[in-house]
């Protein structure tokens, strides 16, 4: 037999129609057949089934993107974001997804009103994370190792500090040469 | 001497971080950065004609950099599917994607560490294997090649959103590390939902291999970031490291504990591991890798003659399918003799194998 690639087991539970975790059971019964469907309870088409076409929803339902002609629906319900200018269209449904699909730190969702959600590095910042800081964390992780009588692991990580120690030295040679 | 020495695996001149590895329980760590570049259509949103042109202006810029030498390039048209899983295999790569379409490119280098996949889900996904725990010196070496990337093409970016990216939950750093941790000593003492799958870990979230945290197979347990944005890097490396140690830690314990009591109910199972491995006809991949586990766990208490750290952790990437089939070099791609293949193959590595 074939093996089975590990993508075809991979889905989570979630709603039929979007990416979202289910939350509602919505049974449908028309004539003599009864359909059940798992569903988040935001879900477009849910909407549409309870209240009809005319959504009531977020007037995000009808927001398009002028450059890749994509909705904010197809994006809820499971489409990639198209271009960069998605971002800007889209912005506050955007946040509020992240926010509800708990793909942003909680606390940062809570405080945000407006403004950057992004903290790390820009474009062309070079962002070398400190030696110095990294020694203090491998020197704090080897303080545990060596409590833990574990020499072998601890002779790892002195030979990593070593390593990181010799390269700043053999940097700061470099620039008082290069002075 | 065995097959597995003779066999080419891997391509020309491509190195295997993998191997002399003889780490006992964080195995390895893959450290990812997703770009778009600047003023383009993300690649779903591309004509066939500005995907091809696209996937060719990234690769001749990554050509040209000095920070990746040997690079060797295997085009989406033209790479064939055992060789896509291969790649995907030896970057720890466990992608949901179709096979690859024309416009899409797979680059790789000499050290076999670095893997850029071209107008996969992104216009650039840099991928950087780490087998020594040095999550900040990998994270440096793949920001290199990003920055190098970055002088000649700028990547689309906003100052609310950072990095921007297809699936917005991967927007801001734009950076996913996962961590592959070896657990078998919590699992067999039943200890995996107290010590583990209840504790709220800051910022991280764990899994499977296939995804799912309740299904661990071969043991082996994937620690990730749970989130790209609203953080700095530096903090994502360090809550990743925090919780990866704390794991470490919770097992090394209950080896210890193991070691103590030499069970006699755990000793039969790791009896009956090699016993598979060793007699049977036809296996699959998680049979495989649920018996190695306890075969590796045996080695790491020194119960174990005929295999070291380093082979068992190598044979971790053998036994699967892209890697078997590259080693034995025979046309077993998606045919069902795989598993006979297989079972051949760990019958002749494990015949010297016997507990102590």
Redesign the interface.
Known sequence: ???KR??D??R?LECCQCRRPIEVCYTESVGQQITRFGMCKECPVLMAKLYGQKEEGPSSATLCCG??G?TFDE?RMG??????LC??IF?DE?VH??VL?E???PK?GVSRKS??????????Q????DPS??VL?LQQ?LH?TLK?E?YEQAA?LRD?IRA?EQTRRKGRKKNDKGK | MTKESKGEVGFPGFERPWEKNDNDIWLASTISLYRNIDKFHFPQKLSKEKRENISNLIVGVLKELDTLKNVQVFFGNSISPLERDFLMEHFLIFDTARDSQNGQAYVTEQTGRVLVQVNAHEHMQLHIVDPSGDLEGSLEQIFAVERGVEEKLPFAFSNTFGYLTSEASRCGTALLVQSFVHIPAIIQQGLYEEEIGKEEMEGVSFSGLRGDPHELIGDLLVVKNRWTVGLKEETILSSLRAAVMRVVDKERTAREKIAREKEEGLIDKMSRAIGTLQHARTIDTKETLQAMSLIKLAVELGWIEGMSSEKINELFFDCRRAHLAKRLDKDLYASPKIHKERADFLREVFAPVRLT
Request: glycine letters at 8%.
């Open positions: 037999m074939e093996e590990p993508q087991l991979e989570p450059s890749c994509i994006v489409a990639q974001l198209g271009c960069p971002y800007e912005s955007i997804e992240l699909l793909k942003i730190p940062l403004g950057p959600i992004h903290c790390g590095r820009v474009p062309g070079v962002q070398e994370i800081m990294k964390e992780v545990e833990r574990d790892r990593q990181i």
